[in-house]
Nanobody
Framework: QVQLVESGGGLVQAGGSLRLSCAAS????????MGWYRQAPGQQRELVAL??????KYGDSVKGRFTISRDNAKNTAYLQMNSLKPEDTGVYYC?????????WGPGTQVTVSS
């Protein structure tokens, strides 16, 4: 069974940067899609970024500002968030899909002040 633990959230001013990490345990393969979703109060959960072997996908609102990367040797994904905006505020959840089964981390809060 896959377990995910996020770290790196916090409070930052608009224009600042944060780096999130997600460590996965269990049977993980480099081709398992892994990444981040976020949810703001009263909003639906939305895609932030995903990475798999040689492929990345970003939500439209973060393109050009966020970068996802992955260290398969450490089973860890990273999300570098630059030029943060107040609308980036929310709970960020790590996600991994293994053979059609989705796993989620408990989430980490990111708050961007104006």
């Amino acid at each position: 069974q896959v377990q995910l633990v996020e770290s790196g959230g916090g409070l930052v001013q608009a224009g600042g940067s944060l780096r999130l990490s997600c460590a996965a345990s269990g049977t993980i393969f480099g081709w398992n899609p892994m990444g981040w979703y976020r949810q703001a109060p009263g909003q639906q959960r939305e895609l932030v970024a995903l990475v798999t072997s040689g492929y990345t996908k970003y939500g439209d609102s973060v393109k050009g500002r966020f970068t996802i990367s992955r260290d398969n040797a450490k089973n860890t994904a990273y999300l570098q968030m630059n030029s943060l905006k107040p609308e980036d505020t929310g709970v960020y959840y790590c996600y991994l899909n293994s053979f059609g089964n989705a796993s989620w981390g408990p989430g980490t809060q990111v708050t961007v002040s104006s």
